[in-house]
Every structure is written in C-alpha cells, then in structure tokens.
T-cell receptor, first 111, second 114 residues
Framework: EDQVTQSPEALRLQEGESSSLNCSYT??????LFWYRQDPGKGPEFLFT???AGEEKEKERLKATLTKKESFLHITAPKPEDSATYLC????????????FGKGTTLSVSS | KAGVTQTPRYLIKTRGQQVTLSCSPI?????VSWYQQTPGQGLQFLFE???????NKGNFPGRFSGRQFSNSRSEMNVSTLELGDSALYLC?????????????FGSGTQLSVL
C-alpha cells in the first residue's frame, strides 16, 4: 500500500534556529514528490516538486531534497512568517493523478 | 488571474441531509480535483474531473459524487450525511498540459455535520 509518513508532527523553533522536516514514503513507483505549505484557514500552497533521487530544489530559506525512501525539507534561519503546516505528498504510478498526502508537520517559529 | 474559488466557505448540516459544494478553477485550467481534509486522516483524494469526465476516483463511498460543467466549474455532492463527513473539503485545479505538476488549491468549504 502506498503510504507517506511525516515527522515530527510538530516542531517549535526559535527564529534563526535551522532544522529539517522528514517525509518517508512507500510507493509502488514514484512519479513525483511534492511539498506544500498550509496556513490556518487556507488551502495548501505549492512549494516544490522532486522527481528523482538526488534532486534538490531551493526557495528562499527552504531547501527540499529527495532520496529513494525519503525527502527532507530543510529550513535555514527560519523567521516567524515561516510558521505553517508543511505537507508532503507523492504521486504514485498506480494512483494516476491522485496525490497521497502525509499528515503534515506543524512548524512554529518564535522571535 | 483569480485563484480557485470555493463556495460556500462554511456549511452546517444535520445527519441524513445532502449537500452540494461548488468550485470555480483558475481560468484556463480544465482539471479539477477534490480532497477531504480531517485532523485524523489528513488530506484524502476524492476524485478528479477533466473536460467534464471523471478521470480518477479515490476510495470513498458512493454517497460522494461530483460533476464538471463545460466551463470547468465543478460541484461535489454528499448525500445522506454522516457525522464523520465533517471535514474541510478542498478543490484544486491545475494546468491542462501538466500531469505531474502543481495543484492550485482553494481555501476550502468547512462542513460540519450535527
């Protein structure tokens, strides 16, 4: 069964304290791995797509990496505005266009 | 461009009733997907429509149905509501030529079943 597990469930950081979020996945065949950010009361907002092991993508303070079994979202010197729930999702060969989401990591950054 | 628009924003229903939710995709997007989000299960795929045809369906009972109109607007219907149907229902659209690329989500309809 295709599955996505994110850890930790919640993470509290001080402003400037770098850390990483983990996304472990088990899929029959990976077509793509996605990271989204969700703010309270809003829908998820796209961040990155990764397709193959070894691929990396960056955007401001965020960097996403991919291996054959997991993905990391590295947050460098976070700011309070980075506080949100970060969702990981995979698109598997057998699932067609459907995304399989993890339950997310809720990040809180305090100043 | 305007984003994905979902109406209504909030809805309160009682068990046994039915409900219809509406979604207007980004202009030019012909694919519309629906997801259910709950604290316990996270986001789960309901179905996807493309050019008025259901392209893919998730593992939900037949009480959940949808349709898409010629202008790409979509509706989903839930009949015989149960308490467990309380959730945030999210609609998403994407570029017509991109299969593996990003979805643009609306802010959702928060459904409460009493």
């Amino acid at each position: 069964e295709d599955q996505v597990t994110q850890s930790p469930e919640a993470l509290r950081l001080q402003e400037g304290e770098s850390s990483s979020l983990n996304c472990s996945y088990t899929v029959s065949g990976l077509r793509g791995l996605f990271w989204y950010r969700q703010d309270p009361g809003k829908g998820p907002e796209f961040l990155f797509t990764l397709y193959s092991a070894g691929e990396e993508k960056e955007k401001e303070r965020l960097k996403a990496t991919l291996t054959k079994k997991e993905s990391f979202l590295h947050i460098t010197a976070p700011k309070p505005e980075d506080s949100a729930t970060y969702l990981c999702a995979v698109q598997a060969n057998q699932a067609g266009t459907a995304l399989i989401f993890g339950k997310g990591t809720t990040l809180s950054v305090s100043s | 461009k305007a984003g994905v628009t979902q109406t209504p924003r909030y809805l309160i229903k009682t068990r046994g009733q039915q409900v219809t939710l509406s979604c207007s995709p980004i202009s030019g997007h012909r694919s519309v997907s629906w997801y259910q989000q709950t604290p316990g299960q996270g986001l789960q795929f309901l179905f996807e429509y493309f050019s008025e045809t259901q392209r893919n369906k998730g593992n939900f009972p037949g009480r959940f149905s949808g349709r898409q109109f010629s202008n790409s607007r979509s509706e989903m219907n839930v009949s015989t509501l149960e308490l467990g149907d309380s959730a945030l229902y999210l609609c998403a659209s994407r570029e017509p030529t991109e299969v593996n690329e990003k979805l643009f989500f609306g802010s959702g309809t928060q459904l409460s079943v009493l």
